[in-house]
């Protein structure tokens, strides 16, 4: 919507001189500056009493009030990306309800591409809801309206277990540089172990960890063990050699890291190379060496690095909320091409969207294409408002 403020008044047609009888006497003119005095019992008009116009020296232009008050609006807003980024802010912004209402008008108020665009908001609204009953309704509308097949239900989209479902496993990908304890990997561990349910965690992409993260890390394993939690490990092998290559008998540094280094080899069940490294620690810190324990939860799987499949990616999972991302530039610059993978991802907000396109708009000018594969479509035209697909090749999810 345009104001024109600026715009110049419409030129006036000259007034006519009023007509007066003949013989009436001259008007007398007052002199420059000075206004003449009204006639007794008169009242001066509001044309004769109103300022003058004010000059802008700057435009030339005159503004008055009239000029104030003539506005003119442009009519050329699409309303339906209106009702599509209305949306999209509403669920990022957890107003699910406000978002679903806004979505089944809209959706049925339009047709064509834009329509089909509103209705899959709809439909991955209600999949992440887990409303299937409505899904399913509503999808058999969609391709009526449509003229497609409507997408199907992902029961694996399911985030809350149901209950008396621990025996099932958790899957954990750590990766990046990891600081402190607040990491969606170790937060995602952490709510497995106190569910107790068996834990297959990924270390192939995690390229470091600080020692606060390496502590939280090994009591996680340490709480795993003595709950008798099945632990599958996979792409370990490197993770172990660059603790191996930071950690020397000389450096009184990075504790947790060593012991969570004794720790892997335990569940990874190399008992001579623990042995080994065990009394290296016991030099540095001039302690006693800790003591083999047999590993008799779980299977212990080691995948070498060469066999790791080609596209690693980044996993986004859950919901963000103000999230700021720190593992991602480490991330990023280990792969000459990243991907971004957003399968699991639930819902991330305005400020975690804004901040995810400004760590990716520097290497995005030094030509490195960033791949976000699969987000849900709500994501999607939230990461197209704040301008994430001008830095990154979005991929929308295809169901």
């Not at 509001?46 to 008055?64: L, V, Y």
């Not at 992440?128 to 409507?150: H, N, R, T």
């Not at 394993?221 to 008998?249: C, H, N, Q, Y």
Request: charge should be negative; aromatic fraction near 6%.
């Amino acid at each position: 919507m345009v104001f024109s403020f600026l715009k110049k008044p419409a030129e006036k047609m000259p007034e006519r001189p009023a007509a007066k009888p003949k013989g009436a006497p001259e008007a007398a003119t007052p002199p420059a500056g000075k206004t003449p005095p009204a006639a007794s019992g008169e009242r001066p008009s509001a044309r004769d009493s109103a300022p003058a116009p004010f000059r802008d020296s700057m435009f030339g232009e005159e503004f008055t009030l009239s000029n104030v008050m003539d506005i003119h609006v442009e009519h050329d807003v699409d309303p339906v990306k209106v009702d599509i980024e209305q949306a999209a802010v509403l669920f990022a912004n957890s107003q699910d309800s406000a978002a679903r209402a806004l979505l089944e008008t809209s959706a049925r108020a339009h047709t064509g591409a834009d329509a089909e665009r509103l209705w899959r908001m709809l439909l991955d609204l209600l999949q992440v809801l887990g409303d299937q009953p409505a899904f399913e309704k509503l999808g058999m509308e969609f391709a009526e309206i449509c003229e497609k097949s409507p997408p199907t239900w992902r029961s694996g989209d399911q985030a809350q277990p149901k209950a008396g479902a621990a025996a099932s496993s958790s899957s954990v990908i750590l990766q990046g540089v990891i600081a402190g304890s607040d990491s969606p990997g170790i937060a995602k561990l952490r709510e497995a172990v106190d569910r107790k349910q068996p834990i297959q965690v990924n270390l192939g992409k995690l390229a470091s960890l600080d020692d606060l993260a390496a502590g939280v890390l090994l009591d996680l394993f340490r709480k795993a063990r003595k709950f008798g939690l099945a632990i599958t490990l996979e792409g370990a092998d490197g993770m172990v050699g660059r603790l191996e290559g930071r950690l020397s008998p000389e450096q009184k540094e990075f504790e947790k890291g060593w012991l969570l280094l004794l720790e892997l080899y335990q569940l990874l069940g190399v008992q001579e190379r623990f042995e080994e490294k065990a009394v290296d620690y016991a030099i540095a810190f001039e302690v006693s060496p800790p003591s083999w324990e047999t590993v008799k939860a779980g299977t212990i799987k080691a995948v070498k690095d060469e066999l790791a499949p080609p596209d690693t990616s980044y996993q986004l999972e859950g919901e963000y909320k103000s999230c700021r991302f720190e593992d991602l530039q480490a991330f990023l610059d280990m792969h000459d091409h990243p991907v971004i993978d957003c399968v699991r991802l639930k819902r991330i907000d305005f400020s975690s969207a804004g901040t995810l396109r400004n760590l990716l708009s520097p290497y995005a000018q030094k030509g490195k294409e960033v791949v976000i594969r699969h987000p849900h479509h709500l994501a999607a035209e939230l990461f197209n408002i704040v301008g994430v697909n001008t830095v990154a090749k979005i991929i929308v999810t295809k169901f």
